[in-house]
T-cell receptor, first 112, second 115 residues
Framework: QQKVQQSPESLSVPEGGMASLNCTSS?????YFWWYRQHSGEGPKALM?????GDKKEGRFTAHLNKASLHVSLHIRDSQPSDSALYFC????????????FGSGTQLTVMP | EAAVTQSPRNKVTVTGGNVTLSCRQT?????MYWYRQDTGHGLRLIHYSYGAGNLQIGDVPDGYKATRTTQEDFFLLLELASPSQTSLYFC??????????????FGPGTRLLVL
């Protein structure tokens, strides 16, 4: 079983709608979480990080972290066709390793 | 924004062949990483380095060697390529000091096909 699991595998939302992506870790050592976004034909690009419980908002993007349940989510408000991409959740441990563990991704399609 | 370049962008080789993938970053980042991306597995770390001459093993190192010749340059070597190594390879870099709290900057990727 992967240490970082994402759901759903794919998601379609209408333009202007809300997209919600989920990520759960199975390792309590993971304390730092990232969302990366990858457009087709490009490398992943960091979207936002969240290291503390609660919400973190950056423009139309809001991440939510619950460390007790090892669950992190990403909500995209007013989704745009340019948001169509593969979204990765990544987790890192609080000590000892420089390694990020990536989930398998959620493919988001925003329909015009 | 940090710049990471990779070459070649596409490569086709035969089973048993030698392949070298190149990565260069021009932002004086200390850490560099090699990942492979496969459907259903996301990104998996092969090797990483925290400076010239240093090499650390990642999660899926079998069949791969890596070498960090300078602060800027990180190479991934497949000495006896196998079809299971057909994949999309990404190089990334990050600055010093904060470990997993640092942003990783990815290159555009190299698509490798092993026949």
């Amino acid at each position: 079983q992967q240490k970082v699991q994402q759901s759903p595998e794919s998601l379609s939302v209408p333009e202007g709608g809300m997209a919600s992506l989920n990520c759960t870790s199975s390792d309590r050592n993971f304390q730092y979480f990232w969302w990366y976004r990858q457009h087709s034909g490009e490398g992943p690009k960091a979207l936002m990080s969240i290291f503390s419980d609660g919400d973190k908002k950056e423009g139309r993007f809001t991440a939510h972290l619950n460390k007790a349940s090892l669950h992190v989510s990403l909500h995209i408000r007013d989704s745009q066709p340019s948001d169509s991409a593969l979204y990765f959740c990544a987790a890192g441990a609080s000590s000892g390793s420089w390694q990020l563990i990536f989930g398998s991704g959620t493919q988001l399609t925003v329909m015009p | 924004e940090a710049a990471v370049t990779q070459s070649p962008r596409n490569k086709v080789t035969v089973t048993g062949g030698n392949v070298t993938l190149s990565c260069r970053q021009t932002n004086s980042h200390n850490y560099m990483y090699w990942y492979r991306q496969d459907t259903g597995h996301g990104l998996r770390l092969i090797h990483y380095s925290y400076g010239a001459g240093n090499l650390q093993i990642g999660d899926v190192p079998d069949g791969y060697k890596a070498t960090r010749t300078t602060q800027e340059d990180f190479f991934l070597l497949l000495e006896l390529a196998s079809p299971s190594q057909t994949s999309l390879y990404f190089c990334a870099s990050s600055d010093v000091g904060l470990g997993v709290q640092d942003t990783q900057y990815f290159g555009p990727g190299t698509r490798l096909l092993v026949l």
